[in-house]
């Protein structure tokens, strides 16, 4: 189901310079969502927006922004998550910003998962517009959905998501999702997650992540090389790396192509996959800070998750020329057969029969390939900052909405104890 970014008006309408309070509780520019977070601030900045960013590190500055805030430094002294645990420092992080948002003026709030229910309870209770994150799926949702693959596996599912996580991981996420003027979600699969859980659609505002072009270019092919399919992400269940292998083993393309897999593994994941890791068509390539240079070795990139938020890889995929072959749980930016090809998570005779269609038929791979890179145009974090923008002024008229119907309220209900007396 789409969830459309509306043009916003009223108060939050045009092009007017928005005051934003942006939290996160990690190191910006760090990997996976510290890369999100930095593009994000970055275009806000470029489009001449006023931001003051809360976080616990900076992997990567972002220049122009009005004022920094680490909220792990106490009394000049950094003090690493490490020490505290993950769930101390969230909380601190959140008071932080807390104390920011009280002392400053702010047109948004935008925080991320566990560490922003009191700030956006005091945003609600200021009339600030407050924005919450979801890079994946509602938090139900995800845990039930990523443990169930643990256990199909014959793994232990880890903490973080067994019971979900830390116990009150749960809880603490449904407080944010109820303090926030409106949830941000990265693709319908992640929408339709919260929709299914009975989350109010009207709160619910779809934007989307991107590539740079930067980073990201068109390779030069190399002239011959075989038939190639990459996986780039963790190596988790999460990801679906065994239904890749599975699909790829499966298909007639294993018999001359390659599989090049690049990530880090979880140690009991990997034995669980020694058989298939060890076919003479699959090669581990490790970790990657270049993907780039993975891409243009590319024909297709394989990602069957089962539980994503968008994944940036499909992004990235596009705007290098590559066939992203993805689950529906990825969270892709897709038409199915127009630049990729979709399959629902699990099911690897599809995926293996897509993998053989594009093997075999070099006019189809021309055509997804070229329709790829003709739609990464609107997939870059330039047009991901705009459909942000339009994001926040949505939830500024969200926000002017509720507080006008309390004011009614307390007016209709002033008048009806006048009346009475």
Known sequence: MVVAVGAAGGAGAGSARLKVLYSFPGAIGGPASGLVAWHQVNQLVRSGHDVTLVVAGVARAVVGIRSLVRSLDVVGRFIPERTIGRARAYAWHDWRARRVLANGEFDVVHTWPLAGARTLELAQRLGVAGVREAPGTHIAEACTVVSREYSRLGLGVPMVWSKFGDGDRLEIEEREYAAATAVLAPSDYVADSFLSRGFDPSRLIRHRYGFDPAEIRVPVKIPAHPFTAVFIGRCVPRKGLHFALEAWLASRASETGRLLIYGTFDPDYREALRASLAHPSVTLCGPTEKPGAAYAKADVLLLPSVEE?????????????????????????????????????????????????????????????TQALYRAQELTWTAAGGALIEAYREALDLSMADAQGRSSERIGSNWNGSAVS
Do not use: C, F, W
């Not at 930016?333 to 629902?344: A, K, Q, S, T, W």
């Open 309 to 369: 938020g968008s994944a940036l890889v499909t992004y990235e995929a596009q705007g290098a020329g590559v066939i992203p072959l993805v689950s529906t749980a990825s969270g892709a930016m897709i038409d199915h057969g127009v630049n990729g090809l979709l399959h629902e998570a699990g099911d690897t005779a599809t995926l293996a029969s897509q993998i053989d269609l594009i093997h075999d038929q070099e006019k189809v791979r021309r055509l997804l390939r």
